[in-house]
């Protein structure tokens, strides 16, 4: 069970990019999703979340609006678009998954596999 993170990097404030999480060793069709940041110095939080089928779809406050998770499930990923980044969301970036067919949670122990990371820096 492997989770890979891309597409991070280095944004102007205002500006945009889409990061991705791809499985290998599973499908997304059973697992719940979340992603992740952490910050340095600071703990990782939830940033937002999906249940298997999509039904179920959380976002964090401060990024509500300008974040949106999907899924492309024919390519066994998951996708976190952001929009009008700030230089606030700057931190490395995580998807994580665990196996369950209803909801999903902000709390990060919950899931039981996590990618690499990503780095996403937002400059004023």
């Known amino acids: 069970v492997q989770l890979v993170e891309s597409g991070g990097g280095l944004v102007q404030a205002g500006g945009s990019l889409r990061l991705s999480c791809t499985a290998s060793g599973f499908t997304f069709d059973d697992y719940a999703i979340g992603w992740f940041r952490q910050a340095p110095g600071k703990e990782r939080e939830g940033v937002s979340c999906a249940s298997s089928s999509g039904g179920n779809i959380w976002y964090a406050d401060s990024v509500k609006g300008r974040f949106t998770i999907s899924s492309d499930n024919a390519k066994n990923t998951v996708y976190l678009q952001m929009n009008s980044l700030k230089p606030e969301d700057t931190a490395v970036y995580y998807c994580?998954?665990?196996?369950?067919?209803?909801?999903?949670?902000?709390?990060?122990?919950?899931?039981?596999?996590w990618g690499q990371g990503t780095q996403v820096t937002v400059s004023s």
């Open positions: 994580a998954a665990k196996g369950f067919l209803s909801g999903c949670s902000s709390w990060r122990m919950w899931y039981d596999y």
